[in-house]
């Protein structure tokens, strides 16, 4: 089936697994249009309190002295890394196999900031105060992130992360929270987003994914490093002449979102324990932690994937397409996020989806 | 006088002697919602219609097999130059000693991509093959500015353009077009875009400015090159999960503003002649190239800025209000820019206008 037909289907739909309901352009626009005081001025090369306002105000959420919006994350976490690697004096940095610096990003923090990755513990497993112990060079800077995305979105207790963050802070290793997806852990953690932030020297966090903004991402920390991040936003292209469309969308997914990622992360568990009782099926983690998980099909992934167009065109509720290959080439992951999408379907209805879907590959 | 006073005499302004007419965030947000096809998907990654079109179309306009919107100049250029260093097989570029990537990204080039800058020619005069020729290190790529922005926007002639370009040519120099302002020479040179940017190896081209877009730029040229400009998009943090909004405005920009450049640079010519008359003024280039110029005021800075700034408050026009030092301590420096704005200004009001400033310095 070529994309256009997929697309086609996706358009048929009025219901959706995963994430939030589908918004085109024109909509997300009109709405920001409909939600700005017309008065507001423009930001100019990161400068204009439309800009810095919303910078102080994550600043604050955060209990970091100072912060940056820049347009990607990956702009800001390779800035922070090339900051502490000059103030600690080597270049090494240490974080998950599946960091996404490692693996998402063509290495641009080796082929534009030389820095050198050290790859710390199993890719599928968390990071542990054992595995960092067991590196033998010097460690610069560390990497942690919170959930760890590409492990079903895994979180380490508090005692194992206050135990992690205790050791490197003895040694004065500078630590740099990627918190990509830092809004979801609040519910396990039950702690302030300051709380969790104030473990680690810096942190970035974004405002699409589960804030439904267009882009964007803030780095916060202490007020030196933010100033000097800003020379090197500017020297990464990412010093624009206007950010407003990104920063307007990150304050209104803010508003709309982040007092709703309880009842998400509910629902991630809800589904999960629904889902766990199709043999085809397996969940990590288990319960999910967050509101997202990893929910591994068993069969053929042509099929799978061909049933859940078939169910989207009988049922109109989006299922997925593209299944991710695993190490079991029985096995075919799915990354579940819980959105506002999500929350409008039953979990014994998602239970009739999946098993409608294993009941086309027999 | 504090910025917010200086901001409630702009708000009083309805008239504004340079560039477009203002607008807010949500002015041009409403814009875009209400011209854009509500069923129009958004891009994600840099893939899909609303973008591969756009980079479709402006690679036509400027005769180049392929063409890559990313966020910034500042990034279009440094990539530009990295991937024709590595090609070349040297890390010298060489530059105007105005060139943006010297004066404007705090050495990005140099701390990011570990290339070398190569002045070349007089900050106060266009960079001239002769000045080429006289350089002593092995030259690995050339960057020319089209116009000259430091210099009040100045061009070379047709000639001296395509003698200069014939021999990098013949020494297999890589050529690189910095655009910026590109769309302001097409009065000038009275050939196409294409015809400009065949010249060059690669051209990169921006968005706002007299396109009045939000951000954004593309670099175009072969496809090879852009392919591998993707690359470093995505390691530069430029690969954004959604440009739509840049994307959007700068097809609007170009659609009000690009058939109206001609006027802009007519009304240019007649700005400078009718200022020209005032012996406080020197004007460079005069006559002007594009629909830029530099004008220079005679008087001491502070006197020159407050009284433009009474004028503001009794004409309801804004002037300016920061000018900019030159070497001649006595000499000020505005840059004009013709804009929408500008056209709603007779002549002989420009000239009242300036008389008025004057008359308040004496």
Same mark, same amino acid.
């Given at each position: 089936m070529d994309k256009a037909e997929i697309e086609s289907i996706i358009q048929s739909c009025?219901?959706?697994?995963?994430?939030?309901h589908r918004r085109t352009p024109q909509q997300v626009l009109s709405e920001l249009a409909a939600t700005t005081d017309p008065r507001l001025e423009d930001d100019r090369y990161g400068q204009g309190e439309i800009i810095s306002n919303f910078e102080t105000s994550i600043a604050g959420l955060l209990g970091k002295e100072a912060a940056v919006f820049m347009p990607s994350g990956t702009m800001c976490q390779q800035i922070a890394l090339r900051i502490w690697a000059e103030r600690r004096g080597t270049n090494n940095v240490a974080f998950h196999p599946t960091c996404h610096l490692e693996?998402?990003?063509?290495q641009g923090y080796r082929h534009l900031h030389n820095l050198h990755g050290i790859l710390v513990g199993s890719p599928y497993r968390l990071l542990t105060l054992a595995d960092l112990q067991a590196v033998a060079e010097p460690l610069g800077t560390a990497l942690i992130e919170? %959930?760890?995305?590409?492990? &079903?979105g895994q979180l380490p207790s508090w005692e194992e992360l206050t135990a992690l963050l205790a050791w490197t802070r003895e040694r004065t290793i500078p630590t740099h929270l990627d &918190?990509?997806?830092?809004?979801?852990?609040q519910p396990f953690y039950q702690r302030s987003y300051a709380e969790i932030a104030a473990l680690f020297d810096s942190v970035y966090v974004s405002?699409?994914?589960?804030?439904? &903004?267009i882009a964007g991402s803030i780095l916060a920390g202490p007020a030196d490093v933010i100033a000097e991040a800003r020379i090197w936003q500017r020297r990464h292209g &990412?010093?624009?002449?206007?950010?407003y469309p990104y920063v307007l969308s990150a304050q209104r997914g803010l508003e709309k979102h982040l007092g709703r990622i309880p009842d998400y992360c509910a629902k991630a568990r809800e589904v999960a324990a629904t889902l766990a009782?199709? /043999?085809q099926i397996e969940i990590v /983690?288990? %319960? /999910?932690?967050?509101?997202m998980m990893h929910v591994f099909l068993r069969g053929e992934a042509d099929r799978l994937n061909a049933a859940a167009l078939t169910v989207a065109q009988e049922t109109g509720t989006w299922l997925f397409y593209d299944l991710a290959p695993t190490p079991l080439p029985n096995y075919h992951k799915l990354e579940f996020t819980v959105g506002e999408a999500t929350l409008d379907l039953a979990n014994d209805e998602i239970f009739d989806l999946f098993a409608r879907l294993f009941s086309k590959c027999e």
């Open positions: 009025s219901r959706f697994l995963t994430r939030h693996i998402h990003e063509h919170l %959930p760890q995305r590409e492990i &079903g &918190g990509a997806r830092l809004w979801e852990c405002f699409y994914k589960i804030l439904d &903004g &990412g010093n624009l002449v206007h950010l009782q199709l /043999p /983690p288990d %319960p /999910p932690q967050t509101n």
